[in-house]
């Protein structure tokens, strides 16, 4: 049984440009949420997604957008990146609404921004 | 504004010892209450909590939440190397929109068992 997938594990990109990050969900699971987690922070909620809406969103810029596609596997866009934007992103899944506490983290993708 | 405040965040333990990691909260609407392990990336999840008094147990692990008082504990007994990590405590509350929140975490407390 997969875990949650996320890819790629690094990436650097410079300030200004965008950048995608992808996750699959663990299987069964249909809700993702995606975390930023900055160095010696604990994650911070970014959004969530289900039936292929962004359901709740953290307290985030517009820079920071998403999609869900019918498989449930999501992506996490930022756009003119700043210095400040470098981090671990985490994605989570979990199984439907009810059950959305219980969620369980991918690897994350660590992205400098230089 | 939810909060999570974990304590301490950092701690260095002999092998062997037995520690205590604390988490106190205020959210609205809380549902739950989660603790998550941390080692190099990816928090594993430990246990979920939602009622008061009820001790959840998992090998030398265990943890207890207080509603009324608004806080749990960690409890690692007989700690190993391995035990050594960042342990995240995060609260879920329940969405207005109806389902789940998204968690609010802590910094974490950094554990490290010395041999």
């Known amino acids: 049984d997969a875990g949650v997938t996320q890819s790629p594990t690094h990436l650097i990109k410079t300030r200004g440009q965008q950048v995608t990050l992808r996750c699959s969900p663990k299987?069964?699971?249909?809700?993702v949420s995606w975390y930023q987690q900055a160095l010696g922070q604990g994650p911070q909620f970014i959004f969530q997604y289900y039936e292929e809406e962004e359901r709740q969103r953290g307290n985030f810029p517009d820079r920071f957008s998403g999609h869900q596609f019918p498989n449930y596997s999501s992506e996490l866009n930022v756009n003119a990146l700043l210095l400040g934007d470098s981090a671990l992103y985490l994605c989570a899944s979990s199984w439907g609404l009810a059950g959305g506490y219980e969620q369980y983290f991918g690897p994350g993708t660590r992205l400098t921004v230089t | 504004e939810d909060k999570v405040v974990q304590s301490p965040l950092s701690l260095v333990v002999h092998e062997g010892d037995t520690v205590t990691l604390n988490c106190s909260y205020e959210?609205?609407?809380?549902?739950?209450l989660l603790w998550y392990k941390q080692e190099k990336k990816a928090p594993t999840f430990l246990f979920m909590l939602t009622s008061s008094g009820i001790e959840k147990k998992s090998g030398r692990l265990s943890s207890i939440l207080d509603k009324k008082e608004l806080f749990s504990i960690l409890n690692i007994t007989a700690t190993q190397t391995g035990d050594s990590a960042v342990y995240l405590c995060?609260?879920?509350?329940?969405?207005?929109?109806?389902?789940?929140?998204?968690?609010?975490f802590g910094k974490g407390t950094h554990l490290i068992i010395q041999p």
């Open positions: 299987s069964g699971h249909d809700t």
């Open positions: 995060a609260v879920g509350a329940a969405y207005s929109g109806g389902g789940a929140d998204g968690l609010t």
């Open positions: 959210v609205t609407n809380f549902r739950s």
